[in-house]
């Protein structure tokens, strides 16, 4: 018989709410045989604050037993920026090899953007989880004086980029318009856009079928905006694509529906899913989140655990659900995960 | 009697005919008194195909005698990419210290936005020139080897932030609005991101009258297309600002018409002013850009060197014609051109 040994993670402020919903959803899909066990996990601002501790080596040893992770959002203006970005979501990352960063954007129907003309919009973004500038290397002298010097120091190894880049090849081959397109700054940052666009080029050998196309990411930000549809697959850098994703997010549909992966391919560590939105503090606890991107990285989940039939049904349910609310009046947190939870089990 | 030496760099494709534009309306525009001097410089792809050479020092002392420098465009894809862009760009905006990065947005009235409901957006970016990962500081070992390893250095100075931050803060202060947005990454870039966060709330001590915010840069895509009413001056890396001005240009009209400066507030060097485009090589020598951002590179000019009336005559000629030409056919390059020399004159 199959079972699912998942880590929960809600974290902070809506974190809560959503994945809560989340939980929901995938318990209702799941077939009878599937033996779903969880186990919560209290990372987050409360803890800190309690224990000082973000993410322990003894946490990672336990995270590690799982097949999978469920993270709501970490996150909270009591804790100082940086504290639990880095020593908790990077950590994780890092430790767990989350190379691939998995993105999706789709412009559902019904569903507001603040583009004109409901333009189609329908790609992923694989983007670096690894390296770039977010590993920490880099440092600062002099701080706090008028002659400080700060420096960030962007991580581009062959191995690193080669990976992804063929990650993103596969998802491009096997979607119908087999299209790739690397974002970079290849003609400011010369020495990592040199390794990347090279590294591309002799992937791209191997997909005959794929086309692809190079755009620098400042370029990428008009596209998004003024011709979303030309793009299908992207792989990009850590921190464009940390910068793209949002903006992605925003024009189909908002963060309240973007999902992610944090995907090890290899399996040798449990992936992450998440949504893209943070913690949103303001409105936590008041039943207004919007669980619709915690679903759908439940779906995320859900296929990279060799379940399609379920994400699938996950998608569609969404996909009905967001349909049905265009132009009705707002509705909780619970009753979003409610609705759906009673979509995927129909 | 007053006179402006202006160097000229129309350079590659579109440029040569947008620049042309250009210093029609500023021949149309100055006073009688004005004697305007004109050299132009043959930078560019055509002359790095003939010597090899992008910009020699005897290039740079020659510019430096220039009260300030009209740029069309550089760049062909018959040059490797990054060639241009490090080698006469880039070098030139740090060889003159072109510290602030001066690009307004603005929506006008007829100019289409691919926003939906015509939001109101007037805001400038003032973007760090001549730091961050701009310096050309990393590199490359074992290259073209499957262990090859690039990097790049993002150097931050507090001598280098201040002064941008103080400009920014000026700027603010000098505006209706008085609101100034810090954008940054300090959750993941912590160095740079403490550096600048802590230097942009000290200077802000001095400013009581502006306000602040701080947003990620991620954050700050997502805001630039759902409520771009909330920025009003926004300062920001050299990277991020590069990033952020294709947007905001996007948003508000295209980069048809967003014009930029590369300002040397100190008057040590002359300031450099070009549109925010490219050489557009696709449909360079037809007659078909236009020079709007040019144009309004001119008006930008105008005030660095203290001509506001004429500067403010620029930008009402373009706010009309761009409101006369919606909804009618195309016209071409010289047809734009010449209707604003006839508006400014006028
Ligand atoms: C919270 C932050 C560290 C994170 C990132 O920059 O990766 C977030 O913006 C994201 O995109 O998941
Ligand atoms: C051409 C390129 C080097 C340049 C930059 O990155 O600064 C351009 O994108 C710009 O914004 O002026």
Redesign the interface.
Known sequence: SRSINLAVIPGDGIGQEVVAEGLKVLSAVLPQDVKLETKEYDFGAKRYHATGETLTDADLDSLKQHDAILLGAIGDPSVP??VL??GFL?KLRFAFDHHVNLRPSKLLPGVA?????QPEIDFVVVREGTEG??T?????I?K????????????????GV?RVVRDAFERAQARPRKKLTLVH???????????W??IFNQVAQEYPEVTTDYIH???A??Y???DPARFDVIVTDN?FG??????A???SG??GVAASGNINPSGEFPSMFEPVHGSAPDIAGQGKADPTATVLSVALLLRHLGYDAEADRIDAAVAADLTERAGQPARSTSGIGDALAVRVAG
């Open positions: 920026s940086g970005e880095r990077l953007t603040p583009l004109a003309g500038p977010y920490g290397n880099g440092g600062t002099r706090g004086t008028e002659h400080e010097v700060a420096t960030e120091v962007s991580v581009n190894t062959a191995y080669e700054k290849n003609n400011v940052l010369t020495f990592a856009g040199h390794l666009t090279n990411v400042d370029a930000t008009i998004l905006v003024t921190l940390d910068i793209i994703t949002d903006l997010a925003a024009v908002g963060i």
